[in-house]
T-cell receptor, first 107, second 116 residues
Framework: AQRVTQPEKLLSVFKGAPVELKCNYS??????LFWYVQYSRQRLQLLLRHISRESIKGFTADLNKGETSFHLKKPFAQEEDSAMYYCALNRDDKIIFGKGTRLHILP | GAGVSQSPSNKVTEKGKDVELRCDPISGHTALYWYRQRLGQGLEFLIYFQGNSAPDKSGLPSDRFSAERTGESVSTLTIQRTQQEDSAVYLCASSPHGLGAAGEQYFGPGTRLTVT
């Protein structure tokens, strides 16, 4: 079955420290993966897609097919990065979401 | 421009009653999705509309759940004979096209449903 696993419910990181939010997937085809973010009192929004290989707000994510992972990384955390992050997989135009990781940036 | 809107923002209902949730997608978006988010859980896919194609209802958890969409505009999600386990935030999202752009979903603010 296709699924997305985010093993950490909560991740606390000091400001200025590196951030890595883990995401593993299972999918039999060629995966299309995304990271979504929800800031406090805001709507869920797309952060980045692996096919565009972009860096948004300093975040990057590399698809590792060997490890079936799509971890989200940022070298230096900022307080405004505190939010809920969801990893997601496109399965036949339906988006399968992980359970999310709450990132808490400590001052 | 206007984003995806949902109404009501909050709904409290008694167990056994029917509820109707509404979603207004972004104008011109052909694809529309409904998700359910229970407390502490991820987003659970419910149903997907794409243009005039038959909707993908594979995520609806029971026959008490149904959804309609008028052309490429408003959608309503109906839950009949609500149960306490239906309590969740119901999110709607729209997308400019279907295939290949599903990741460009624009989400509404959600409807928080509480069944007492």
């Amino acid at each position: 079955a296709q699924r997305v696993t985010q093993p950490e419910k909560l991740l606390s990181v000091f400001k200025g420290a590196p951030v890595e939010l883990k995401c593993n997937y299972s999918y039999s085809g060629s995966p299309e993966l995304f990271w979504y973010v929800q800031y406090s009192r805001q709507r869920l929004q797309l952060l980045l897609r692996h096919i565009s290989r972009e860096s948004i707000k300093g975040f990057t994510a590399d698809l590792n097919k060997g490890e079936t992972s799509f971890h989200l990384k940022k070298p230096f955390a900022q307080e405004e990065d505190s939010a809920m992050y969801y990893c997601a997989l496109n399965r036949d135009d339906k988006i399968i979401f992980g359970k999310g990781t709450r990132l808490h940036i400590l001052p | 421009g206007a984003g995806v809107s949902q109404s009501p923002s909050n709904k409290v209902t008694e167990k056994g009653k029917d509820v109707e949730l509404r979603c207004d997608p972004i104008s011109g978006h052909t694809a529309l999705y409904w998700y359910r988010q229970r407390l502490g859980q991820g987003l659970e896919f419910l149903i997907y509309f794409q243009g005039n194609s038959a909707p993908d209802k594979s995520g609806l958890p029971s026959d008490r759940f149904s959804a309609e969409r008028t052309g490429e505009s408003v959608s309503t999600l109906t839950i009949q004979r609500t149960q306490q386990e239906d309590s969740a935030v119901y999110l709607c999202a729209s997308s400019p096209h279907g295939l290949g752009a599903a990741g460009e979903q624009y989400f509404g603010p959600g409807t928080r449903l509480t069944v007492t």
